[in-house]
């Protein structure tokens, strides 16, 4: 190779790694690029690719035919007739778990009723989460460049462009949860800078407000997580400085209050089944309670139960479905369920569905973008695991992972559309992915 071919290699290659640098450097540059490159995406996903490149995936005003968007989009052109017909008097608050039906009327009425001009609130909504997962890698990382190419899986990936080119309430739930997690990272992170800690909290609080917004019933495992965390705080040799303390101690009574006004059920839609539904026949359905259990467990495990069965109401004939006769009636049920639902939250779609065949194209398309996923996540567990073994004792990681197998666990338990689950899944799954790049490119830089 000629030293002039040489020379400019090197330099392009420093050019790249200057860029890279100039990026992670400051969240608010990442924050803009991600937004500029979402918003553009998006518009071309909505105006260009599906009514003039692949219009058999084209359900019609830019919306992907199959995808949720549909019925989001129908409701808030309702709500935008309200308005159109008596004005800001018409409006009300929509309930929790819809928050694009109210974010898309109101901009219908205010612009234009076409889905592309809700567009920006999403790529700002996937912007800053991507930023807070970002932020949240970059704790562990051995540096920024680290951090985000451990982020790449969820930037880059096809599931995150349906999430922000259409009407779907997960970017708005990403941004919840990232916010949510980079929270408490950073709490335990700054353990004895009061500063930090009072704005990890504020933080902790105005993610908790999101997320029950997008998905209320999230509420009682935040709420779980959040004061057990202060609880560990209190424990912690770390938080025994006397200012530190009346902070925690404040978080602790903050959150409590918050999650008493916070919607915390499970969503309603879901529960308001037929008692007499039943996916074997017409069965009454009867909660037999468990003797050996405290009541608020067994009750919650009757919500569970009840949600699966909303689930089963509207899902069960679905040619991805699994496991649609699986109901239960006591709290021994669920319980046995669990090692099934391990299964199913950690290696499904399984590989035999990955290629199966399918009248509809979307089907397809949904099918072989979690094929893509899957390899992906299966390639990741050994580092996964490794990543877990060198952070060992790191509150911060052990607060994460768990957060993360939680609410996987529970998305398997009630939820019986692999693909729904495979959506609702998908955040916690990058999240990680990124922990196992991360440690893969610990072990190769260390060797």
Same mark, same amino acid.
């Given at each position: 190779m000629s030293k002039s071919r040489l020379s400019r290699k090197l330099i392009l290659k420093e050019d790249k790694k200057t860029a890279v640098l100039y990026l992670v450097q400051s969240p608010r540059r990442l924050f803009f690029l991600i937004f500029g490159v979402?918003?553009?995406?998006?518009?071309f996903v909505q105006l260009i690719f599906l009514p003039h490149i692949a219009p058999h995936l084209h359900h019609g005003f830019g919306i992907l035919a199959g995808d949720d968007s549909i019925k989001t989009d129908a409701h808030a052109l309702a709500r935008y007739g309200s308005l159109m017909e008596k004005g800001w008097s018409g409006w009300r608050a929509n309930r929790p778990g819809r928050p694009m039906e109210s974010i898309g009327a109101v901009v219908y009425y205010l612009t234009t009723p076409w889905p592309f001009v809700v567009?920006?609130?999403?790529?700002?909504?996937f912007a800053a989460a991507s930023v807070c997962l970002f932020l949240l890698l970059r704790a562990f990382a051995l540096s920024g460049s680290v951090a985000l190419l451990a982020a790449l899986p969820f930037l880059l990936?096809?599931?995150?462009?349906?999430?922000?080119? %259409?009407?779907?309430?997960?970017?708005?739930?990403?941004? %919840?949860?990232?916010?949510?997690?980079l929270s408490w990272v950073a709490f335990f992170s700054k353990s004895e800078n009061k500063g930090e800690i009072l704005r990890s909290l504020c933080g902790s609080l105005f993610a908790s407000a999101i997320i029950s917004y997008t998905r209320p019933h999230v509420v009682p495992t935040l709420m779980i997580f959040s004061i057990g965390a202060l609880g560990v705080a209190l424990l912690s040799r770390s938080f025994h400085q006397r200012k530190v303390m009346g902070i925690v101690?404040? %978080? +602790?009574?903050?959150?409590l209050g918050t999650f008493l006004i916070l919607p915390k059920h499970f969503n309603p839609a879901r529960t308001e089944v037929p008692d007499d539904y039943h996916p074997q026949g017409n069965e009454t359905y009867t909660w037999t309670p468990t003797s050996w259990l405290p009541q608020p467990i067994d009750h919650l495990f009757n919500i569970i139960s009840r949600t699966r069965r909303g689930y089963l109401f509207e899902a069960a004939t679905a040619s991805t479905s699994l496991d649609v006769h699986t109901v239960w009636t006591k709290s021994t049920d669920v319980i046995g369920y669990f090692p099934r639902a391990v299964q199913?939250?950690?290696?499904?779609?399984?590989?035999?569905?990955w290629f199966s065949s399918s009248s509809a194209p979307t089907s397809r398309l949904f099918r072989l973008?979690?094929?893509?996923?899957?390899?992906?996540?299966?390639?990741?567990?050994?580092?996964?695991?490794?990543? +877990?073994?060198?952070?060992?004792?790191?509150?911060?990681?052990?607060?994460?992972?768990?957060? /993360?197998?939680?609410?996987?666990?529970?998305?398997?338990l009630v939820q019986v559309?692999?693909?729904?689950?495979?959506?609702?899944?998908?955040?916690?799954?990058?999240?990680?992915?990124?922990?196992?790049?991360?440690? /893969?490119?610990?072990?190769?830089?260390?060797r």
């Open positions: 979402t918003l553009g995406l998006g518009l567009l920006p609130f999403q790529a700002l909504f990936s096809p599931s995150s462009v349906l999430a922000y080119s %259409g009407l779907l309430k997960d970017a708005l739930d990403y941004l %919840g949860v990232c916010l949510f997690l101690v404040l %978080g +602790i009574l903050l959150h199913l939250f950690l290696f499904a779609p399984f590989p035999d569905q973008v979690g094929a893509l996923h899957m390899m992906l996540f299966y390639l990741s567990l050994p580092f996964l695991v490794l990543f +877990i073994i060198f952070w060992r004792r790191s509150k911060a990681m052990w607060f994460v992972f768990l957060f /993360c197998l939680t609410q996987m666990m529970m998305q398997a559309n692999m693909g729904t689950l495979f959506r609702q899944r998908f955040l916690y799954q990058q999240i990680l992915v990124g922990f196992a790049i991360l440690e /893969c490119v610990r072990r190769l830089r260390t």
